[in-house]
């Protein structure tokens, strides 16, 4: 049986080089229901058309002719019309080192390829659920009133973890580019809580994660880690280091709700 999607009227734009491939995303969308998503073939068409016409949502390819899907990504990040319009990547790509960049760039979800109409079906609705949110209503305490400190060296994937915890009820942040900006940050400023990346420069997650249990004057804060990180030994790591909880990224609301919840009721 196939997963429905929670909203049929999206205007979706498929970047796919490949007609064929182009022919099969469309079919699986109008399976669920989207009808005539509009194509293009390469990356600049693609911003030519969202400058005309702003997409919903754009499931793309990696490998572009004129481009890679990360770099389409990064531009629709650094315009203003078009930085919060969902990306969908269609790959089959496995290399850390190729989908870790696009993962960094605020990407909302990641579809193997070959895929399966489910599959599809899933990441739409991971998408959606990113966009309509619902705040946390069920904590005793005025979430406006905590504190945030966000850590990531990628401003898109600071500005797409921020959207969904603002979403949620937090509206108090503090911005820092890698973990030993952040570890200055905590040395003279009180936060609520800690949202970190876990590859970033100069201090990565695990070091800042660390150095806060152990040096300090914050060593109970709790600390929520949104990584792109696959390697089981390096997540356990994580683990024994001290996080309060660990999210993938891209990052289900769904989970960073339930996690968000946990860290802050064993504060």
Known sequence: MTTTINATALELLIVEPSSMQRKIITQACETLGVHSPRHAEHGTQALIGMSQHRPDIVISALYLPDMLGTDLVHSMRTDPAT????????????????????RQSGVCAIVPKPFTTDQLAQAINATLDMRTVEPITDWDMDLEELKVLLVDDSPHARRSIRRVLEQLGLH?????????????????????????????????????????????????????????????????????????????????PGTVRRLLLRALSSD
């Open 83 to 102: 930085e919060d319009v969902a990306f969908i990547l269609v790959s089959s790509e496995t290399r850390p080192q190729a989908l870790d960049p696009v």
């Open 172 to 252: 108090h942040f503090i911005e820092a580019d890698n973990g030993a900006e952040a570890a200055s940050i905590l040395g003279d400023t009180m936060v609520d809580l800690v949202v970190t990346d876990y590859n970033m420069p100069e201090m990565d997650g695990k070091a800042l994660v660390e150095h806060i249990r152990h040096h300090s004057w914050q060593t109970s804060v709790p600390i929520l880690m949104v990584t792109s990180e696959q390697d089981v030994s390096r997540l356990a790591a994580i683990e024994n280091a001290g996080v309060s909880g660990i999210c993938d990224k891209p990052f289900d």
